[in-house]
């Protein structure tokens, strides 16, 4: 009789409930989890896609239909979903456009191998595929790219219109497409062409009014500041003023707050608040012998400066926000001063005008023709306040794509065009290659063509029957032929229909879902540790923190 094997001790590695899981049905609870990501932004995709209203916990309510700002808003808990989230934040610093449409393939690419994983083919055969297939996808979108000619200025002002008009087109803003898409080119244009910092855009919301009443200003623009008592007095126009941006505080600050002062006689403390006049009075004689005429400071000008001001007809603005002051000393020239002697001609900056103007409930600081202007202002009007804030998103997206053209100057036709050639192309490429990794290489091909399918579903089009004519198109080598959500026929050549975006937009999200993809089937277990369940526990104080904080300060430590 064989004897049985003593029993072995149980080895605990891990905290008491921690949890472990791994293996295929890790991967595949990962992979189901990215696709409940890419359903709830599925519906979002294209020219007829639908926007989501996201409230969070303090009852706020947001209206939006982009990618990115939606995972940022749903608070994603899940840890491989998470992977999705940070490509899409990728995809929108990076190029700023295309971020639904980058979670949407990782899914789907997921999607399409699910059931090879089911099967037993190793993970590691699947991405060597999907880095293949990603290699050819971006070597065909740079061989059928069409570069533009940028000598021509109107010709390259059309591309870039036609660019910005199809990023908006599935926004909110896609009916004022004409209108917002040469706000957007103007401004990105204002910019130096050298550097083309987007920062320097500002953009102004203003409640009330319409979308058309949205302004362009070539400039700067900012809210007018908290004033005091003779504000009103002081001129709210000139032009061609000198204009001095100061980080100084021109107020009086009571004793208190500064310093502790002992005095022996009644005529010493006089003599102390005669200093601090007579201090304030220096600064203010000083700045108006600059001769300028508009005064800006980041810090507070109190109620006794104001008034000074007022009398000798100069502008006056405390408190100035400063990013605006940064874009002021961009436009106008100049500098920001720290003090307020020796401030030269060369340290203040002018403009053609400035004026402070009403622009709906608000009254705004504007200077307008800047000699150095390489910033401007977007002034937003709207009904609701989340309405204003889903156009500066549409807006934003734009500034990127023009941002990117300009940069690139090349282009491929939007609306499901560039995708279904890729498809084509690596369908064809994956005959040519034995064993596992032709369907490998066909599972990402198919994934490639949810973006047209899913334009086509959301705009209640059959997306089986204009896939079929879609792909027929591309075999007889019409390469730019996409979906058209308008037509009776459904497709039509995207590049005459001037539905043109930057290559860079496909080229990072087919780089980026095709990486996330990879990083998603690489992993195979997931530790979750008990203590990272809860809420911030923050880090343990070391040994005998205590026992110091409880000691008198100063003493030293004790003597041993």
């Known amino acids: 009789m064989q004897r049985g094997l003593p029993m072995q001790p149980t080895v605990v590695l891990l905290r008491e409930g921690t949890d472990t899981s791994q293996g295929n049905p890790q991967l595949l609870s990962n992979i189901s989890a990215c696709l409940a990501i890419s359903e709830t932004l599925s519906s979002t995709l294209g020219p007829r896609g639908m ?15 982009d990618g990115a700002t939606i995972l940022k808003l749903l608070d994603i808990v899940h840890p491989a979903a998470r992977t999705l989230v940070d490509i899409a934040r990728a995809q929108d610093a990076e190029v700023g456009d295309g971020t639904t449409s980058v979670v949407l393939l990782a899914a789907q690419f997921l999607k399409e191998v699910r059931g090879y994983i089911e099967e037993g083919v190793s993970p590691h055969i699947i991405m060597k595929g999907f880095r293949k297939a990603s290699q050819l996808a971006v070597e065909r979108i740079k061989a059928i790219q069409i570069s533009v000619d940028k000598s021509d200025p109107e010709q390259f002002r059309s591309l870039l219109l036609k660019c910005a008009a199809t990023s908006m087109s599935s926004k909110l803003i896609h009916s004022e497409k004409p209108f917002f898409s040469n706000m957007v080119v103007d401004a990105v244009q204002s910019l130096d062409p050298n550097d083309l910092d987007e920062s320097l855009i500002g953009v102004k919301k203003i409640p009330g009014g319409g979308m058309q009443d949205s302004l362009l200003i070539r400039g700067v623009s900012f809210k007018k500041t908290f004033t005091y008592a003779g504000a009103e007095q002081q001129p709210k126009s000139f ?3 000198l204009i001095l941006s100061l980080n100084v505080e021109l107020e009086l600050k009571a004793e208190k707050d500064n310093a502790e002062v002992r005095v022996e006689a009644v005529k010493d403390y006089q003599a102390i608040v005669d200093a601090e006049w007579e201090i304030i009075y220096k600064k203010l004689e000083a700045i108006e012998k600059t001769g300028a005429k508009v005064v800006l400071s980041k810090l507070p000008i109190g109620d006794l400066a104001t008034q000074w ?15 605006d002051l940064r874009r002021v000393c961009q436009a106008v020239g100049g500098s920001v001063q720290s003090t307020c002697s020796d401030i030269t001609r060369e340290y203040l900056g002018t403009c053609g005008r400035f004026e402070e103007r009403q622009v709906g409930g608000e009254r705004y ?16 009007r709207g009904g609701a306040e989340q309405f204003i804030e889903e156009v500066e998103r549409s807006l934003h997206d734009a500034i990127m794509v023009v941002k ?3 940069r690139n100057g ?10 279904m050639d890729l498809s084509a192309y690596i369908r064809k490429h994956a005959l040519s290659i034995p064993g596992k990794q032709q369907l490998i290489l066909t599972a990402f091909a198919k994934a490639l063509e949810i973006i047209p399918r899913q334009i086509c579903d ?16 591309h075999a007889a080598g019409n390469k730019w032929f996409g979906v058209d959500v308008d037509g009776p026929e459904g497709v039509r050549d995207n590049m005459e229909a001037f539905v043109w975006e930057p290559p860079l937009v496909k080229l990072n999200a087919i780089s980026s879902a095709t990486e996330a ?6 992993v195979d277990e997931t530790v979750r540790n008990p203590q990272s369940e809860a809420q911030n526990p923050g880090p343990k104080a070391p040994p005998g923190a205590a026992a110091r904080a409880l000691r008198g300060r100063g003493r030293g430590m004790p003597r041993r």
């Open 309 to 323: 001001f007022a009398d000798r007809d100069i502008f006056c603005a405390g408190r100035v926000p400063a990013g």
């Open 410 to 419: 090349e282009v491929v036709a939007g609306g499901g065009a560039v995708e």
């Open 458 to 473: 959301n705009a209640g089009l059959d997306s089986t029957d204009i896939l079929n004519k879609l792909r027929m198109r």
């Open 365 to 380: 600081n504007i200077f307008e023709e800047c000699p150095k202007a390489q910033t401007c202002t977007l002034l937003l």
């Open 404 to 406: 990117r053209a300009i």
């Open 517 to 522: 993809a990879c990083l998603i089937l690489s």
């Open 51 to 65: 926007d989501k209203l996201i409230v969070n916990e303090r009852g706020e309510a947001q209206i939006t239909n």
């Open 239 to 241: 032009r061609n003023p």
